[in-house]
């Protein structure tokens, strides 16, 4: 369940007002959901999870019900401080770290700075080795009046084709969980903060991302769908290739959002991966 404040005096940091959901004890185990997602994502996850680990799910800003400045600093650098403050604040420290898409990029990049938070990786088709924006998220990186014009048009109304954009398996595209996703955009501040957030991301060059890979040093368990539409499985073999400590996961029927489509196949998996170490 979200965790409220708790009377700290403390000044607060912009991670302190971070919406998150935290169940069950154990090992630490942090959720990082990919870009127009939150927390949502893992719902069919945290439960089966929080049976083995204390499961911690944030709303990266500007997603979900964290707050949706309008003049954020949403550089990947700037939201991967942003994990570790919170991490730091939530007492996740040695914590596994699983990452989808988004998510798996900032879990990445936190590795690599911060690998006394990091104890282990769990990615989910990651965006890391990125050669272009996904298509969907296009219109909302035009400069200016284009941008907002954009935001505005492009309310929860989108969120089924999306969805069909990113899931292998419609089946899974059900009313709870397109309400579920359109309900932080009903807000228009988010959707231009969204945008925003579009607008500041930078596909790093090939070479710098194998710099950042041979930084990583944890043990790490790469999951893909093998229908991946942004993402597709080249991208996890090119990894894999330059992650020799990981292990490879490649699931049948599967889209860019694993944990979504295959929740029971990818507890299991996350599971048997963390139990041994």
């Excluded at 290739?241 to 490879?248: D, E, I």
């Amino acid at each position: 369940m979200p965790q409220p404040n708790t009377g700290d005096r403390r000044p607060k940091t912009a991670s302190e007002t971070w919406f998150y959901q935290e169940q069950g004890h154990g090992p630490p185990l942090l959720l990082l959901h990919g870009l127009g997602a939150s927390g949502f994502s893992w719902r069919d996850n945290l439960g089966p999870l929080s049976r083995h680990f204390r499961v911690v799910a944030p709303d990266i800003p500007p997603h979900g019900q964290s707050p949706a400045p309008l003049d954020g600093d949403y550089r990947l650098e700037a939201l991967a401080q942003g994990v570790a403050d919170f991490m730091e604040r939530r007492s996740l420290r040695e914590a596994a770290v699983a990452g989808n898409s988004l998510g798996g990029g900032l879990a990445l990049l936190l590795a690599r700075e911060r690998p006394d938070l990091v104890k282990s990786l769990i990615l989910l088709a990651p965006a890391a080795a990125l050669t272009r924006i996904p298509l969907i998220f296009y219109p909302l990186r035009l400069p200016g009046r284009l941008g907002r014009m954009a935001a505005v048009l492009l309310g929860p109304w989108m969120i089924p084709l999306a969805m069909r954009y990113m899931y292998q398996r419609w089946e899974r595209i059900t009313p709870a969980a397109v309400a579920g996703y359109a309900r932080p955009y009903l807000d228009l501040r988010r959707r231009l903060a969204l945008g925003r957030l579009c607008q500041c991301l930078e596909l790093r060059p090939l070479d710098q991302v194998e710099d950042l890979l041979q930084g990583i040093q944890q043990p790490c368990l790469l999951i893909w769908g093998a229908k991946d539409r942004i993402l597709p499985p080249s991208q996890g073999e090119w990894l894999r290739a330059r992650l020799p400590q990981a292990k490879w996961r490649l699931l049948s029927q599967v889209g860019h959002a694993p944990q979504e489509e295959a929740p029971d196949a990818v507890n299991k998996i996350i599971i048997d991966f963390l139990h041994p170490l």
